[in-house]
């Protein structure tokens, strides 16, 4: 039950389970109704940077739907960089995981002229939406935060070279008195 929603602005630098962020990427990646994508189909693809969950090496993923699994990117703690992309704040730096949507661009933008840009958006806003929600669902914190556009898909590059971010999702554990604390 959510007893009281709202952005997380403190996190705890505590893990979540993989069980916990498993389902939030399920959760994320069942579609949305559209009229610019085929049913089932989605084009925002959710990249990771793994502050704390137990059961994975903190570091750079890539969420591969078809497979349900995580691709591993890169090894390593990438706090400080977390910060450095959500413009500087503490909240990404802080979180268990930051979870970024981005999209081909150039693919949308060729079949849908400029209309491609405002799907694209609007497919990973409401993606993000579903991970707030699960987050709350299972307990967690979740913040949505702005972004360096092209320092993201540098930094997720070579896997997200062509592509474009469009939202940012923190979630983790919300430090005491910054959110609600339902269950692990």
Do not use: C
């Amino acid at each position: 039950m959510i007893l009281r929603r709202g952005s997380t602005r403190r996190f705890a630098r505590e893990p979540i389970s993989l069980r916990a962020l498993s389902t939030i990427l399920r959760t994320v990646s069942r579609g949305v109704p559209t009229d610019f994508l085929a049913p089932g189909a989605l084009r925002a693809e959710p990249y990771l940077i793994v502050n704390a969950v137990d059961g994975l090496v903190p570091g750079t993923y890539a969420y591969d739907r078809e497979r349900d699994a995580l691709l591993p990117l890169r090894a390593g703690s990438f706090r400080r960089e977390a910060g450095f992309l959500g413009l500087g704040q503490q909240i990404p730096s802080d979180a268990a995981v930051d979870v970024y949507w981005l999209s081909d661009l150039s693919s949308m933008l060729s079949e849908l002229g400029n209309r491609g840009y405002r799907a694209a958006q609007l497919e990973a806003a409401i993606a993000g939406g579903k991970a707030y929600l699960a987050a709350y669902a299972l307990g967690f914190g979740a913040s949505g935060l702005t972004f360096f556009d092209d320092d993201v898909t540098a930094f997720f590059s070579p896997h997200a070279r062509g592509k474009s971010v469009m939202f940012l999702m923190a979630i983790g554990v919300p430090e005491r008195g910054a959110g609600v604390r339902t269950a692990r």
